[in-house]
């Protein structure tokens, strides 16, 4: 089965860290762009983080927000510094292979408060 499977969400405080983990089965994530979306409660959805399969370039809305790869795990994780009460939102991460179906994960819920 096709599909990305999302973690690593949770409660922390302003100025914690957090990492978000998208682990894909039934295909490999190496080849495909990967895209991390969030969607703050009440505001529109964003894109915050890609990594492009092809060259595995990244690009941040953010300096605080770093993508990592583990092909061994078929995995991409998206690293968060410094948390702020903006933060909070679902997050989403999405591959994206020309000719393909564009796969989501199901989302995370980051929530930043003290």
């Known amino acids: 089965q096709v599909q990305l499977v999302q973690s690593g969400g949770g409660l922390v405080q302003p100025g914690g860290s957090l990492r978000l983990s998208c682990e894909a089965s039934g295909f490999t994530l190496k080849r495909r762009t990967v895209n991390w979306y969030r969607h703050p409660p009440g505001k529109e959805r964003e894109r915050v983080a890609v990594?492009?399969?092809?060259?595995g370039d990244t690009s941040y809305a953010d300096s605080r927000f770093t993508i990592a790869t583990d092909d061994d795990k078929n995995a991409v994780y998206l690293q968060i510094e410094n948390l702020k009460i903006d933060d909070t939102a679902m997050y989403y991460c999405?591959?994206?292979?020309?000719?393909?179906?564009?796969?989501w994960g199901q989302g995370t819920q980051v929530t930043v408060s003290s």
């Open positions: 999405n591959a994206i292979q020309l000719g393909r179906p564009v796969v």
């Open positions: 990594r492009v399969g092809a060259t």
